[in-house]
Nanobody, 119 residues
């Protein structure tokens, strides 16, 4: 599974951005996808996840009500709509896909996309 993120950039606090994550390769094996973010010197943190089959979503408390994760299975693409962005959310955002091969679950990561929120 290969993942490519896009959509990052510079936005003012209170603004919006939409991130995309395009999957390729053995996408049939993907059971769930998610977004994580990481600031320099800090651990990567969970943002949101979505299951492939029924679209169940889960969000970090800090982003509930502001971020929306959704997917387009036909396009093999996942999105993260981010509204009311805060300056503290300047991070590299990573796309993750969980792949099941009937034996174990493997995690695949994209290269990340930079989001910078200015005051």
């Amino acid at each position: 599974v290969q993942l490519v993120e896009s959509g990052g950039g510079l936005v003012q606090a209170g603004g919006s951005l939409r991130l995309s994550c395009a999957a390729s390769g053995s996408t049939f094996s993907i059971i769930g996808m998610g977004w994580y973010r990481q600031a320099p010197g800090k651990q990567r943190e969970f943002v949101a996840t979505i299951t492939t089959d029924d679209g169940r979503t889960n969000y970090a408390d800090s982003v509930k009500g502001r971020f929306t994760i959704f997917r387009d299975n036909a396009k093999k693409t996942m999105y993260l709509q981010m509204n009311s962005l805060k300056t503290g959310e300047t991070d590299v955002y990573y796309c993750d896909a969980q792949s099941w091969d009937e034996v174990r679950v493997d995690d695949y990561w994209g290269q990340g996309t930079q989001v910078t929120v200015s005051s």
